[in-house]
């Protein structure tokens, strides 16, 4: 593991926050688990509280530990993550997920190994690193300094191959519910089914 990825993962364990590539965009990453680092993801972003922050689990294993993952749940994980996918699930009793980071467990298995790699510990956020409402950043040169300023630390990969965010759907029972459309689409998830 790199010095980056060791300094970052660093500052997660300490309540900091960074900024990271993922397989789309650059996000910001907190320990998911830490209630005041998920607070000064909200600040940093100018983020309404109302809409949530998704996260990045490293496998299977560790969504389990947090989610109500069912059977059919676990198919689709096993046939489309990691990858462009965010599953909404909802969250273990014994989960240590607090209240302001969602109601429910959203996260998906990142195909970048830095952002799993990040994430080896406990879940991470998984939110753009933008000021809400303005664009996605696929390099940190187009990150505006008032939120570079505002973070902990930043992991530079140069620039990204911009990717289409992922499709955000949920499981009930037979159904399956798409929240956002992205690049897996809804038949595919239901021939998994």
């Known amino acids: ?46 983020r309404p509280k109302e809409k949530g922050i998704t996260t990045i689990v490293k496998n299977l294993e560790q969504a389990k530990k947090y989610g109500n993952i069912s059977e059919k749940e676990e198919k689709i994980i096993e046939e489309f993550m990691p990858g462009p996918l965010t599953l909404i699930t909802s969250k273990k009793e014994s989960s240590t997920l607090p209240d302001n980071l969602n109601k429910d467990f ?60 992922s499709t955000i759907a949920r499981i009930e029972n037979k159904n399956i519910k798409i929240y956002r459309e992205g690049p897996i689409a809804k038949k595919e998830l239901e021939k998994v089914l």
């Open 1 to 46: 593991m790199d010095d980056k990825l060791k300094k970052a993962k660093k500052v997660i364990e300490n309540g900091g926050i960074v900024i990271y590539p993922t397989e789309t965009a650059y996000g910001i990453a907190a320990d998911a688990t830490n209630e005041e680092a998920i607070e000064k993801v909200y600040q940093a972003k100018n």
């Open 106 to 165: 959203v996260f998906r298995i990142s195909s970048s190994k830095t952002a799993r790699e990040l994430a080896s510990k406990t879940p991470i956020t998984a939110t753009s690193a933008n000021i809400s409402g303005k664009n996605t950043s696929y390099s940190i040169e187009s990150i505006s300094d008032k939120l570079k300023n505002k973070v902990d630390y930043i992991i530079d990969e140069g620039v990204l191959d911009p990717q289409p965010t």
